[in-house]
């Protein structure tokens, strides 16, 4: 015969064991539900990854129906590096557009060097004339008319690829000059294995062929992109070094692309005959 104090004790022990049983169910769930997450976040990281191989990425937008788009790591956005970078001269961006690419006016046969007087230094840059006659006349034609100038490089990438992207008035990434020009040198001997290597200049696009504009993008760490992009100039050492005092303050969003958390403003834009 089972006493009442037994058969309290017994009930309370069965009640115990529900519970564990309950605690174990929901453990069990909540590692299965983490690791849905998890392996939901790896494919988003994965497609990122992906994105940045595509033409996708290095954008270069007219159409403003159209979304546009290191060694040293990115900080969090919360622990936002010091700006290494002085403040912007005094001047406004030009609004300026064209309805058609300029005539040629470059001797295709003669040396152009290109000059980036920013906020965080000068970047030198050797244009490759011959190889890329459409892209430096263009480059030539802008900068003489000031288009450059006061205009913000709105994008930093630090993580997939390394670029520094400048060039668009708005610096929303969806500017240009009105005009495109035709895709050249893509088959430059420097682009091996898909990749851009540091030191080079190019133009982005909208992922379509002959989109070129006025956006272009510094490489400053070897980068993987297929060979669709105009390269068309090699960054001088000095201005290297530019890119990676940039490049060490990070980007906006911690996420490795978004706007550089350097002040990088092109003051002056200038392209000369050597």
Same mark, same amino acid.
């Given at each position: *015969?089972?006493?009442?104090?037994?058969?309290?004790?017994?009930?309370?022990?069965? $009640?115990?064991?529900?519970?564990?049983?309950?605690? #174990?169910?929901?453990?069990?769930?909540?590692?299965?539900?983490?690791?849905?997450?998890?392996?939901?976040?790896?494919?988003?990281?994965?497609?990122?990854?992906?994105?940045?191989?595509?033409?996708?990425?290095?954008?270069?937008?007219?159409?403003?129906?159209?979304?546009?788009?290191?060694?040293?790591?990115?900080?969090?956005?919360?622990? $936002?590096?010091?700006?290494?970078?002085?403040?912007?001269?005094?001047?406004?961006?030009?609004?300026?557009?064209? $309805?058609?690419?300029?005539?040629?006016?470059?001797?295709?046969?003669?040396?152009?060097? *290109?000059?980036?007087?920013?906020?965080?230094?000068?970047?030198?840059?050797?244009?490759?004339?011959?190889?890329?006659?459409?892209?430096?006349?263009? +480059?030539?034609?802008?900068?003489?008319?000031?288009?450059?100038? &006061? #205009?913000?490089? &709105?994008?930093?990438?630090?993580?997939?690829?390394?670029?520094?992207?400048?060039?668009?008035?708005?610096?929303?990434?969806? @500017?240009?000059?009105?005009?495109?020009?035709?895709?050249?040198?893509?088959?430059?001997?420097?682009?091996?294995?898909?990749?851009?290597?540091? @030191?080079?200049?190019? *133009?982005?696009?909208?992922?379509?062929?002959?989109?070129?504009?006025?956006?272009? +993008?510094?490489?400053?760490?070897?980068?993987?992109?297929?060979?669709?992009?105009?390269?068309?100039?090699?960054?001088?050492?000095?201005?290297?070094?530019?890119?990676?005092?940039?490049?060490?303050?990070?980007?906006?969003? @911690?996420?490795?692309? @978004?706007?550089?958390?350097? #002040?990088?403003?092109?003051?002056?834009?200038?392209? #000369?005959?050597?």
């Amino acid at each position: *015969m089972v006493s009442q104090e037994q058969r309290r004790r017994q009930l309370a022990r069965e $009640k115990f064991l529900r519970q564990q049983q309950r605690r #174990t169910s929901a453990r069990r769930k909540a590692r299965t539900r983490n690791a849905a997450i998890a392996s939901v976040l790896g494919v988003i990281l994965i497609g990122s990854v992906a994105l940045y191989t595509t033409g996708v990425v290095l954008k270069d937008d007219d159409d403003k129906t159209n979304a546009n788009a290191e060694v040293t790591p990115s900080p969090s956005a919360s622990e $936002k590096a010091e700006d290494p970078c002085d403040k912007p001269a005094k001047g406004k961006v030009k609004t300026q557009t064209w $309805k058609k690419e300029p005539a040629m006016t470059i001797d295709k046969s003669a040396k152009y060097a *290109m000059k980036l007087s920013t906020t965080c230094g000068d970047i030198g840059i050797d244009l490759k004339t011959s190889a890329a006659p459409h892209t430096v006349n263009s +480059f030539n034609f802008l900068a003489g008319k000031g288009f450059f100038d &006061h #205009t913000p490089c &709105h994008r930093l990438t630090t993580n997939g690829i390394f670029v520094l992207q400048c060039g668009d008035p708005t610096g929303q990434g969806n @500017g240009g000059p009105g005009y495109n020009i035709p895709d050249e040198n893509l088959k430059d001997k420097s682009l091996k294995k898909n990749t851009y290597p540091a @030191g080079t200049i190019a *133009m982005a696009n909208t992922g379509q062929p002959n989109s070129g504009g006025s956006q272009f +993008f510094l490489v400053y760490q070897d980068s993987p992109l297929p060979p669709s992009y105009t390269p068309f100039g090699t960054i001088s050492e000095d201005g290297m070094a530019v890119l990676k005092k940039i490049a060490a303050a990070g980007e906006s969003t @911690g996420a490795g692309d @978004g706007a550089p958390n350097a #002040t990088v403003v092109i003051d002056k834009a200038t392209v #000369t005959e050597s």
